[in-house]
């Protein structure tokens, strides 16, 4: 049962003369006593209801009857987007990631008012409809252990695979999902903004780790469960750590090493970005190269 439910049940005990208390919501509920009591402080600190404690009846009452409660209504829409910008926040672990995280938590508890005053240090993130809804088939696939039949652009291409959805996982600019190919006999890790057809069926999975060489992933786009990293020379000095977004492992002089996990992304910001030299890796130094070639190409055929 949601938070808000709990407390307009609360409200609705209060208005009738019942005089309700944690004890009383915990039993309704089946929560625990100190959730209950969280919930009487919300109503009473974050919604400014002017509650009293009435020690003679052992339970709460309005101490000015006309109070009312804000009306929170949101679309189903609207409760998906904020569903998955909480997970996304929730996921952060970038700089300020503290306070990030903490946003989740208020997103889930609708505290508008404390987000305010975060504003300023909030990243964007770009809720894509096609993302959510692929997000929420497979938060429902995971939940069941149902297996999903998914095709997947990779490398230019679109695969068609029944895979068994183990979990999802959020970096800064992507979202991804970690399952198990049992065509394949092994696991992958698919950008959800790649997967381009999505059915959830009725066939269950038991999944279990086991011996997984199969668990190491080829350089192919798919995200590495270890970052990368990139020794780049720049024309300045970095301040806090980080190259827009990308963390600095280590840095000697001009030269600086930065981990990234997405390939297609990293070489996206390499075209954007100032930099001196591409030091290594060499397989990045040759992808970008090419890259660069086939721009050069489309180029060349336009002027024809």
Known sequence: MSHMHRIYWLDMQIREGRYPNSNLLARQFEISRRQAQRDIEYLAVSLHAPLVYVAKRRGYCYEDEAFVLPQIYLT?????????????????????????????????????????????????????????????????????????????????????????????????????????????????????????????????????????????????????????IARVVLPYELQGGVWSGYRVHSSSGSMYEIEFHDIESFMLHLLSSEWVELHSPKWLKGRLEQKCKELLGRLDKREE
């Open 76 to 228: 189903e829409d609207e409760k998906r987007v904020l569903k998955y910008l909480a997970y996304r926040y929730r996921h952060y672990n970038y700089d300020h990631s503290r306070t990030i995280n903490r946003v989740a938590r208020l997103l889930d508890r609708f505290a508008a008012e404390e987000q305010a005053e975060l504003k300023d240090s909030l990243p964007i993130f770009d809720a894509s409809p096609q993302v959510v809804e692929t997000m929420e088939l497979l938060t429902n696939a995971i939940a069941h252990s149902y297996a999903v039949q998914a095709a997947f652009r990779t490398e230019g291409e679109i695969e068609r695979r029944l895979l068994y959805p183990l979990r999802l996982e959020s970096r800064y600019n992507a979202d991804y999902l970690h399952a198990y190919s049992p065509a394949e006999d092994k696991r992958l890790t698919i950008r959800l903004d790649a997967i381009r057809e999505l059915a959830v069926t009725r066939q269950r999975f038991a999944y279990t780790e086991h011996s997984a060489a199969a668990d190491s992933l080829p350089e192919n786009g798919r995200r590495h469960l270890q970052p990368y």
